[in-house]
């Protein structure tokens, strides 16, 4: 499978909302609710943020949100605060249990 | 507290094989599938094989089918990748990884494996 296309970089300042792509094809993104979202802060492990296209896990702020138009997934950010900085990954379920990722987007909160 | 600890990691030389393990604590460990994911230096994240709750179903991706093999022991709540043939493009920090792939809810902190002569 190929990798899901993330814009290689994003940026906005404290307080403004930022939305993150994330396209796939009809076998992965457009063919499964199971897009989820991932950060990744230097020399650290992957955490999830939003699964199954929308759902935040219990701890994660609302300022994080998902969503999910045909072959491409979005993530937004609201309220951008220092911390948000990072590198966010998407992922779909690809069908036999196989999982494909995006190439990440370097989120820079200006 | 959910706790996944990878270990095994090292520098091998191209051709060579290495077992990773990934001891987990904090939850039932036999009641959850579990994943390998590595991660290239200053690359993105790659899915590299999935296995079951019981072990008898298990996944691979295409790069590494036929020279990793994932396995479980439920009893020691431990989780394995035995890798050969290395290459070059297998230099990555291998994370271990719960849950059912979509989401992968915990993972471990990783450990870093150089394919190098």
């Known amino acids: 499978q190929s990798a899901l296309t993330q814009p290689p970089s994003a940026s906005g300042s404290p307080g403004q909302s930022v939305t993150i792509s994330c396209t796939g094809t009809?076998?992965?993104?457009?063919?499964?609710?199971?897009v989820s979202w991932y950060q990744q802060h230097p020399g650290k492990a992957p955490k999830l943020m939003i699964y199954?296209?929308?759902k935040r896990p219990s701890g994660v702020p609302d300022r994080f949100s998902g969503s999910k138009s045909g072959n491409t997934a979005s993530l937004t950010v609201s309220g951008l605060q220092a911390e948000d900085e990072a590198d966010y990954y998407c992922?779909?379920?690809?069908?036999?249990?196989?999982?494909?990722f995006g190439g990440g987007t370097k989120l820079t909160v200006l | 507290e959910v706790q996944l600890v990878e270990s095994g990691g090292g520098l091998v030389q191209p051709g060579g094989s290495l077992r990773l393990s990934c001891a987990a604590s904090?939850?039932?460990?036999?009641?959850?599938?579990m994943n390998w994911v590595r991660q290239a230096p200053g690359k993105g994240l790659e899915w590299v094989s999935y296995?079951?709750?019981?072990?008898?179903?298990?996944y691979y991706a295409d790069s590494v089918k036929g020279r990793f093999t994932i396995s479980r022991d439920n009893s020691k709540n431990s989780l394995y990748l035995q890798m050969s043939s290395l290459r070059d493009e297998d230099t990555a920090v291998y994370y271990c990884?719960?849950?059912?792939?979509?989401?992968?809810?915990?993972w471990g902190p990783g450990t870093l494996v150089t394919v190098s002569s």
């Open positions: 990884a719960r849950g059912s792939g979509t989401p992968m809810v915990d």
């Open positions: 904090g939850f039932t460990f036999s009641s959850y599938e």
């Open positions: 296995i079951g709750s019981s072990g008898s179903t298990i």
């Open positions: 009809s076998s992965d993104v457009g063919g499964y609710n199971y």
């Open positions: 199954e296209v929308s």
């Open positions: 992922s779909s379920y690809a069908g036999s249990a196989h999982v494909v």
